[in-house]
T-cell receptor, first 117, second 114 residues
Framework: AQKITQTQPGMFVQEKEAVTLDCTYD???????LFWYKQPSSGEMIFLIY??????QNATEGRYSLNFQKARKSANLVISASQLGDSAMYFC??????????????FGTGTLLAVQP | DTGVSQNPRHKITKRGQNVTFRCDPI?????LYWYRQTLGQGPEFLTY????????KSRLLSDRFSAERPKGSFSTLEIQRTEQGDSAMYLC????????????FGDGTRLSIL
């Protein structure tokens, strides 16, 4: 069964430092996508970054990059130069299947990141 | 792009009452999803629409739950005979076609059952 595992319930990071949030996944489908979302205390889910299973290069979006290790089934999020506004819950999610699939997302339990000044 | 809009933001009701939530997706998005999120957990998939067709329902969606998207635009999620366990945040998301397109979420409706 498809599953997302986030083993870090909470993390602290000093402002301006980099932090890595871990995510491992389990699927038997060769075609899948991995997403990271940020959920601040206000509740909205904000899309950060996407990695497709066939993408050759690791995805990057500004200060966010995804360390995709397909053989290990891991898709860790790296946030560089942390800012106070990065304090939030971070969710890793997986979409199984190609274009004809539902595209529903399966989420992990999240990692609460606290950025300290 | 005005974003996904959900109403109401909060709903408090007594056990046994019916409630209805509304979701207005991003206008050009043909796919619409409902998720439920309980405290300390990630969102869980409930149901999916492509245009007006409801193509998938989770086993979490008991017969007390019904969702519609009558004209392929806005969607409603109704819960009948609410129970304590229905207390959660109900999130709506939309996306265009394409497997690599991210889902864009609304702010959610927080349901509290007294």
């Amino acid at each position: 069964a498809q599953k997302i595992t986030q083993t870090q319930p909470g993390m602290f990071v000093q402002e301006k430092e980099a932090v890595t949030l871990d995510c491992t996944y389990d699927t038997s489908d060769p075609s899948y996508g991995l997403f990271w979302y940020k959920q601040p205390s206000s509740g909205e889910m904000i899309f950060l970054i996407y990695q497709g299973s066939y993408d050759q290069q690791n995805a990057t979006e500004g200060r966010y990059s995804l360390n995709f290790q397909k053989a290990r089934k891991s898709a860790n999020l790296v946030i560089s130069a942390s800012q106070l506004g990065d304090s939030a819950m971070y969710f890793c999610a997986m979409r199984e299947g190609g274009g004809g699939a539902t595209n529903k997302l399966i989420f992990g339990t999240g990692t609460l990141l606290a950025v300290q000044p | 792009d005005t974003g996904v809009s959900q109403n109401p933001r909060h709903k408090i009701t007594k056990r046994g009452q019916n409630v209805t939530f509304r979701c207005d997706p991003i206008s050009e998005h043909n796919r619409l999803y409902w998720y439920r999120q309980t405290l300390g957990q990630g969102p869980e998939f409930l149901t999916y629409f492509q245009n007006e067709a409801q193509l998938e329902k989770s086993r979490l969606l008991s017969d007390r739950f019904s969702a519609e998207r009558p004209k392929g635009s806005f969607s409603t999620l109704e819960i009948q005979r609410t129970e304590q366990g229905d207390s959660a945040m109900y999130l709506c998301a939309s996306s265009p076609g394409g497997s690599n397109q991210p889902q864009h979420f609304g702010d959610g409706t927080r349901l509290s059952i007294l």
